[in-house]
């Protein structure tokens, strides 16, 4: 299919390919490796090899996509706002993010069913593909918890820049204190650009009242800017995703030193890659 197909409409067309490339193949695995239970069985295999081959897939879906097969139906996308060039992309977007968790779900349903259909008297001749369903969930464990550990340790960040922002501007007397300290933490989320972008308001507010006031306020956001990405982000990251600080740190001070500023707003987004 893969001659007929370099993206797939729907999960029902995927189905069929799954089918043919991941459960018949494990089906006769299945019979080399020999069962006693003919019904419940074959069904445990031919679950276990639509998840398999959907894992495979997934776990190199940017090596796919980079030769222009795309193995995530085209509908999800959609839904989650994911275009295909989103997957080629240097970062990682959260709406990435939300996809790959969504499909992470229906890889832990394909492994949930595959167990239950095993019998107890066929475990032990099939033990070859319960070792890899447990290596699957092992992962799909790990890329669950990455995720979780990424999102907490981003609100975390996200608060503190809304708080500290929101204290340095009431001290400054500038409009609005609330609703851009609100910006600059939302925008935290965002890689790459949120940051800069959250500057924005505040500078913009600012410039009503005077040129001495975008100064201090610049001066207030830059330092806020810099500590959290230095310091605050690569250390929370590295307690919720076990990114070590150093790494971080590096990757930006490298990338800060070839591309400037704009190398130190990408260094974190790469490492979450």
Request: glycine residues 6%; neutral net charge; aromatic residues 8%.
């Given at each position: 299919?893969?001659?007929?197909?370099?993206?797939?409409?729907?999960?029902?067309?995927?189905?069929?390919?799954?089918?043919?490339?991941?459960?018949?193949?494990?089906?006769?695995?299945?019979?080399?490796?020999?069962?006693?239970?003919?019904?419940?069985?074959?069904?445990?295999?031919?679950?276990?090899?639509?998840?398999?081959?959907?894992?495979?897939?997934?776990?190199?879906?940017?090596?796919?996509?980079?030769?222009?097969?795309?193995?995530?139906?085209?509908?999800?996308?959609?839904?989650?706002?994911?275009?295909?060039?989103?997957?080629?992309?240097?970062?990682?977007?959260?709406?990435?993010?939300?996809?790959?968790?969504?499909?992470?779900?229906?890889?832990?349903?394909?492994?949930?069913?595959?167990?239950?259909?095993?019998?107890?008297?066929?475990?032990?001749?099939?033990?070859?593909?319960?070792?890899?369903?447990?290596?699957?969930?092992?992962?799909?464990?790990?890329?669950?918890?990455?995720?979780?550990?990424?999102?907490?340790?981003?609100?975390?960040?996200?608060?503190?820049?809304?708080?500290?922002?929101?204290?340095?501007?009431?001290?400054?007397?500038?409009?609005?204190?609330?609703?851009?300290?609100?910006?600059?933490?939302?925008?935290?989320f965002v890689p790459t650009i949120g940051p800069t972008a959250a500057t924005l308001l505040p500078l913009a507010v600012s410039l009503l009242v005077s040129p001495a006031k975008v100064l201090?306020?610049?001066?207030?956001?830059?330092?806020?800017?810099?500590?959290?990405?230095?310091?605050?982000?690569?250390?929370?990251?590295?307690?919720?995703?076990?990114?070590?600080?150093?790494?971080?740190?590096?990757?930006?001070?490298?990338?800060?030193?070839?591309?400037?500023?704009?190398?130190?707003?990408?260094?974190?987004?790469?490492?979450?890659?």
């Amino acid at each position: 299919m893969d001659l007929d197909y370099d993206a797939y409409p729907s999960f029902t067309e995927l189905t069929l390919y799954v089918h043919r490339h991941g459960s018949i193949p494990v089906l006769l695995s299945s019979e080399v490796l020999g069962y006693a239970d003919r019904r419940a069985t074959p069904r445990f295999a031919h679950e276990a090899g639509a998840l398999l081959l959907l894992f495979e897939r997934f776990y190199d879906i940017r090596h796919h996509a980079q030769h222009g097969r795309f193995y995530i139906p085209e509908d999800e996308m959609r839904r989650f706002g994911v275009d295909p060039g989103d997957l080629l992309a240097a970062q990682t977007t959260e709406r990435v993010r939300q996809l790959f968790a969504f499909q992470a779900e229906r890889l832990a349903d394909y492994q949930r069913r595959a167990l239950e259909l095993l019998p107890e008297c066929d475990r032990h001749a099939q033990c070859s593909l319960l070792v890899r369903l447990e290596l699957v969930q092992t992962l799909l464990a790990e890329c669950r918890q990455a995720l979780g550990g990424w999102l907490a340790g981003m609100t975390i960040s996200a608060v503190v820049v809304f708080l500290t922002t929101w204290a340095g501007l009431a001290l400054l007397k500038v409009p609005l204190a609330l609703l851009s300290a609100l910006g600059c933490g939302l925008l935290t989320f965002v890689p790459t650009i949120g940051p800069t972008a959250a500057t924005l308001l505040p500078l913009a507010v600012s410039l009503l009242v005077s040129p001495a006031k975008v100064l201090q306020v610049l001066v207030l956001r830059l330092v806020l800017q810099n500590g959290e990405a230095f310091l605050l982000t690569p250390m929370l990251l590295s307690r919720t995703v076990n990114l070590l600080p150093t790494v971080a740190l590096m990757s930006q001070l490298c990338l800060g030193a070839l591309l400037g500023l704009p190398g130190i707003l990408l260094a974190l987004s790469l490492i979450h890659i």
